[in-house]
């Protein structure tokens, strides 16, 4: 960047800093629930953009902290408010550089991936309502050749320092080279029992009676029931990374049923329905089918109560929270697979 470039972006008049800031954490946001849900290495790009997104609310903020300065000098409504929010994006920032490179793993016990998600989901609320409070209107200069340049260095400059970042994490060997595509760090990979216990949001460990235990099946040729010693016979191994998008993930090898083989006709169904005990529960296209397994055992060995006993469900390439555990009942449905809510609600 030469000086002046430099200049022109000191002279930027607050207006404009705003609505860069709000665009960039507006694509954070959409780039975060984009990087929540990819589970194949094709969402990669939706990971890399939310970075470059998050280094560009980071060079912002020594303008709107220059802006934040002066407001504070008038004596407006709602200023907590708008410095209590100031501290949650750079929360947001802090744990989220903080766990991309490994630094900070977790804060007084809690995962910073956790921390991470948490405050920019109690920022949304809050930056809409100060959006609302102090409105900025688009101007049509906005669209000016000087505006583009500015946007232009800005997102050029976010997405150099957000690779040369990526580099030093590389070649200084911090925690964070080593992470998978999704952010997720290896935890427990070939050793079900390291492997974390881990709730979606307030769901609670059944305790299962193995002999009374039924999967209840509902396909097109009609509804029945399978018993645990009926889902031993004709068992499969499938090899399977599990990556949960509080951080971590672990590749197991696990054995069961596919669903393909306890489904007996799909008939006209779109999606296949999947319900734990404890009603959790999400819905999947019939193309995912040949995908699917019922694992009863992970590494050679049944599967632990917090893993899903007796059955849970072997999603590969969708996120943890698509892994059912302690399967009661699939159905078949004409229903689409999107008709549900974005992310299971229990
Ligand atoms: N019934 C039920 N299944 C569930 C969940 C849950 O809360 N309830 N959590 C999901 C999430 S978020 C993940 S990452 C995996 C974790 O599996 P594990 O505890 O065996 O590691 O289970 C998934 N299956
Ligand atoms: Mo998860």
Redesign the pocket.
Known sequence: MSFTTLGAMRSVRPRRTNLALLIALAIAFATGIGAVASGTSSGRWVVLTHGGAGVAVALLSPWKSRIIRRGLKRERRGRWASLALAAIVSFALFTGIGYASGLIMSIGGVPGMWLHVASALAAAPIIIWHVAARPARPRKTDMSRRALLRTGVLTASAAGIYVASNAIVQVAGLPGQDRRFSGSYETGSFDPES???????N?KRPDVDPDSWRLHVVDRAGEYELSLEELGADQKQVRAT?D???GWYATQDWTGVPVRTVIRSTGDARSLRVT?L?G?WVRFPVADLPHLLLATGVGGAPLSP???FPL?LVAPGRR??W????VRRIELETTPWWWQPPFPLT
Do not use: A, F, V
């Open positions: 492997m974390p216990n881990t709730i979606w949001l769901d599990l949960c998008t509080s734990s404890t959790y917090g893993h899903g849970r943890g929270y892994w059912i555990k302690w």
